[in-house]
T-cell receptor
Framework: EAGVAQSPRYKIIEKRQSVAFWCNPI?????LYWYQQILGQGPKLLIQ????????DSQLPKDRFSAERLKGVDSTLKIQPAKLEDSAVYLC???????????????FGPGTRLTVT | GQQVMQIPQYQHVQEGEDFTTYCNSS?????IQWYKQRPGGHPVFLIQ?????EVKKQKRLTFQFGEAKKNSSLHITATQTTDVGTYFC???????????FGTGTRLLVSP
């Protein structure tokens, strides 16, 4: 079974530039997550999709971050314009749909390491 | 909001020594998950605990869910260099279908 795919693996941009990340989840996983992981910290959820609908985006800085999952499979996360503090690893994860109060195990992709200079 | 704290933040042991990390949630959890992240890698699911007081073992790893379902622990017996990494616990956010990750415990094992 193929895992979660992400690209690119690394990206270096200057502040105020824009960047986009792509994620392809495990086949059959309706739930897709984007996390931001700053060095030395745990993953922080940015946005969660179920199929092509947003379940939670309460921690997404909507003035500069956007995400979409148009056909309920692949997803893209965009940052425009980037700030220095956006330097982090952006992880995509997917899972089967959970029930109320129960979250299924999540499978993570390799992540994209973003450096903003 | 819900907070999940882990202690210690960091531990350095000699190979063969035991290791324990503790996870504490500010709210009662319906279940708890544990993940391992190797240096430079991504989190990998280890296990999920659901029942109050539940204990599960995976070879040298023992996971426990507290009676009040607000805390959990991971114990590694006789650590090996392959155990190096950061261990995260994660619990569902109250009322939502999302996980809140703990602060993590970084384990370093010297041969």
């Amino acid at each position: 079974e193929a895992g979660v795919a992400q690209s690119p693996r690394y990206k270096i941009i200057e502040k105020r530039q824009s960047v986009a990340f792509w994620c392809n989840p495990i086949s059959g996983h309706a739930t897709l997550y984007w996390y931001q992981q700053i060095l030395g910290q745990g993953p922080k959820l940015l946005i969660q999709f179920q199929n092509n609908g947003v379940v939670d985006d309460s921690q997404l800085p909507k003035d500069r971050f956007s995400a979409e999952r148009l056909k309920g499979v692949d997803s893209t996360l965009k940052i425009q314009p980037a700030k220095l503090e956006d330097s982090a690893v952006y992880l995509c994860a997917s899972s089967l749909v959970g029930t109320a109060g129960h979250v299924n195990e999540q499978y993570f992709g390799p992540g994209t390491r973003l450096t903003v200079t | 909001g819900q907070q999940v704290m882990q202690i210690p933040q960091y531990q350095h042991v000699q190979e063969g020594e035991d290791f324990t990390t503790y996870c504490n949630s500010s709210t009662t959890l319906s279940n708890i998950q544990w993940y391992k992240q190797r240096p430079g890698g991504h989190p990998v699911f280890l296990i999920q605990l659901v029942k109050s007081g539940e204990v599960k073992k995976q070879k040298r790893l023992t996971f426990q869910f507290g009676e009040a379902k607000k805390n959990s622990s991971l114990h590694i017996t006789a650590t090996q260099t392959t155990d190096v990494g950061t261990y995260f616990c994660a619990g569902p956010n109250t009322g939502f279908q999302k996980l809140v990750f703990g602060t993590g415990t970084r384990l370093l094992v010297s041969p």
